[in-house]
């Protein structure tokens, strides 16, 4: 389970996502349980979560303001975390062009700050981790389209 | 007379050439496979092959089998060379009864592991067979004992190689998996004990021939492989370069090669390779290749457990086992996957006399409840096991990190190393700076006013004495601190040095190795 804080036009929600993998999946927003279909959005540069559109449905064009998405929303190629560790710092942006090879964020684990490259060239569809967040082996950092 | 016997001899052999027929060479040329014969034509020198046994057929009736006895009975053996060097091979052919296995076909391979055990020179077989032969019965089973055998008896006194390059399934997966390398071609070459329609009828997964044990998936994941390649030509042509660097047998050495001048690298850029943060990584490769004669590092196992690689190089033309620490990948530290890689290699440099050569930059073994669950103490162990009970000449260089536990294992001095040197910028010492200040001076540090200030300055006080090679140097752990750029020099001068080591283990008829 991932607990993501995301704030909307300056509203904050805490949004559980139970099991992001399958869809409609179980999410919990401010204490109260929904259902959220997820959809690919792989051609689409940058996409709005898709947990904050439905938790704020009465907000006009929601906007997500934390860049941690639940890896399941975004398509395209995913750059995992090839050993547990401490994410220290994330090098791109949503949107941005990457080349393969790249490195789009670093990686701290057993003293060793490894860069993480990009496993596609394509555009950054989405950003799982935020500076500070550990991460188990495999865990999704990046999805590239 | 005589003119008849020959005729008759020439159709016998023409007969025997022709494998499966024309319609069965067809199908498997349009699966991308070659045949039996092109496939050795190409593995051995030319015109080198001497072949064995082609007139042999099964003597099975049952089944109608009686009807159907090919020459050669679907597989193709003997001997040839690979650079000038005697190797002994055999390779099933997938078009005489779908390369299948009775007891000619068996005593066929049989044969040839016996001779190449007697004469001490390698043996390679080419495997792409649909199994046992099931009209055979239990004749088949015992044809596969009889092979698991002999490649049991021949392990650590002539290496053995097995090609992959169709399927191979079942009982027969084993003889490869009892050999040193395994060999194979993606796309056309599976192993698996039992195939998707069983694993399906089982355990409900649905898994093609490739995800379950395709090419990928045994370097990558299980480990059975040793190298892929994308056809056969190119697996071939790994197999002969490997050849060039193994002796025929555990009682001889490697080939040596004349080096070139220009194939001796230049070192010069050892000295600034190292970065000067500990927290760096950087390429382990990249060291190996400015030390060993150039273009000469042939990694094995490239595919699994990146962060240990192990192969063959030349230094000074003298074949040498490399094993090194890779800080790029998962900081180099030892888990499961990366001491079992190295343990098995280790191993078979020990049995057939090649030196080891290792490079260290490890921060330890690799934490973590997988690891621990996977058992990472019983597999770390095969590790230090396989170093320690090696009697091969073994050369050790600290580039960096040489921790604790993991700093014993990787050839320490402690455990036979015969000349291990450090680069200045190594760190020996029971665990990393900031790890050893919070244990010896938790308290200090939490009664402190400035616990982070007093922090930091214990950490350069450890770091300036302990995380530096002079400590190591005053207590004899270390031969020498040398400068990186003369580390070619040093280790082919300490090969000379050590080309009559004699070491033996007590006389015993084998260890217990934790498997």
């Not at chain 2, 089944?63 to 053996?77: I, S």
């Not at chain 2, 796309?187 to 990928?216: C, H």
């Not at chain 2, 190591?472 to 000379?496: C, F, H, K, M």
């Amino acid at each position: 389970m991932s607990t993501y804080s995301i704030t909307i036009d300056g509203k904050v929600f805490v949004v559980e996502v139970r099991d992001a993998s399958s869809s409609p999946a179980q999410v919990v927003v401010n204490g109260v349980a929904k259902s959220v279909a997820f959809s690919e959005q792989a051609q689409a540069a940058a996409p709005a979560a898709p947990v904050a559109a439905v938790a704020a449905p009465a907000q006009p064009a929601p906007q997500p303001a934390a860049p941690a998405t639940p890896a399941s929303a975004a398509g395209g190629t995913k750059v995992t975390a090839p050993m547990p560790g401490k994410i220290l710092s994330v090098t791109v942006k949503v949107g941005e062009a990457v080349k393969e090879g790249a490195t789009v964020c670093t990686l701290e684990a057993m003293k060793m700050e490894m860069p993480i490259s990009a496993a596609a060239s394509g555009t950054v569809l989405a950003i799982h981790v935020h500076p500070g967040d550990s991460v188990a082996y495999d865990d999704p950092l990046i999805s590239i389209g | 007379m005589a003119e008849d016997n020959l005729r008759y001899l020439n159709h016998m052999l023409n007969e025997a050439k022709q494998g499966g027929g024309e319609d069965a060479i067809a199908r498997q040329h349009e699966k991308g496979k070659q045949t039996a014969r092109e496939r050795l034509t190409k593995l051995l020198d030319a015109n080198s092959f001497q072949e064995l046994h082609a007139l042999v057929t099964h003597h099975a009736t049952d089944f109608g089998l009686a009807d159907k006895t090919p020459l050669g009975d679907g597989v193709v053996t003997g001997w040839g060379t690979i650079g000038g060097r005697l190797v002994y091979v055999f390779a099933q052919d997938f078009t005489v009864m779908g390369g299948s296995l009775g007891a000619a076909h068996a005593a066929k391979i049989i044969k040839v592991q016996e001779l190449a055990l007697k004469t001490g020179s390698p043996l390679i077989g080419i495997n792409d067979s649909g199994g046992a032969r099931i009209q055979e019965g239990i004749q088949s089973l015992g044809g596969y004992a009889g092979i698991f055998l002999n490649n049991t008896l021949a392990s650590g006194v002539i290496p053995q190689i097995s090609v992959i390059m169709g399927p191979c399934a079942g009982g027969a997966v084993y003889s490869p998996a009892l050999t040193d390398f395994v060999f194979m071609v993606e796309g056309t070459s599976n192993m698996f004990i039992t195939g998707p329609q069983v694993v399906k009828a089982v355990t409900q997964e649905d898994v093609t021939f490739d995800q379950l044990g395709g090419a990928a998936v045994h370097t990558g994941k299980s480990g059975v492989a040793h190298f892929i390649a994308a056809n056969e030509d190119e697996c071939l042509a790994q197999v002969r370069k490997l050849v060039g660097y193994l002796p025929s047998n555990n009682l001889e050495d490697a080939p040596l090669v004349a080096v070139k001048e220009e194939n001796t690298p230049d070192g010069a850029a050892l000295n600034s390779l190292v970065p000067p943060s500990a927290n760096e990584p950087y390429d382990m490769l990249k060291v190996i290749d400015l030390i060993v004669d150039k273009g000469s590092f042939f990694e094995v196992q490239k595919a699994i457990a990146g962060n240990i690689l192990v192969g063959f190089a030349r230094l000074d033309g003298t074949v040498v086992g490399i094993v090194a620490n890779q800080p790029a990948v998962k900081a180099g530290a030892l888990d499961i996957d990366a001491s079992v890689k190295a343990a098995r290699f280790v191993r078979f440099c020990d049995a057939f006399n090649i030196p080891l050569v290792t490079l260290v930059d490890v921060p330890g073994f690799m934490p973590g409840v997988a690891q621990e669950h996977g058992g990472i103490i019983r597999q770390g162990a095969k590790l230090i096991y396989a170093y320690c009970e090696a009697t091969i000449p073994k050369l050790t260089v600290i580039t960096r990190k040489a921790y604790g536990g993991a700093y014993i294992v990787m050839s320490s001095k402690e455990i036979r190393g015969d000349l291990n040197v450090a680069w200045p910028s190594a760190e020996i010492a029971v665990m990393g700076p900031e790890g050893a200040v919070n244990i010896i001076y938790r308290d200090q540090i939490d009664k402190s006013a400035d616990p982070a200030a007093l922090k930091a300055q214990l950490i350069s006080e450890y770091q300036e004495r302990f995380a530096s090679p002079y400590m190591a140097a005053s207590y004899g752990a270390i031969d020498a601190v040398i400068e990186p750029s003369q580390t070619r020099a040093v280790l082919i001068n300490g090969l000379r040095m050590l080309v009559n080591k004699r070491e033996s283990n007590p006389a015993k008829k084998h260890g217990t190795m934790p498997l």
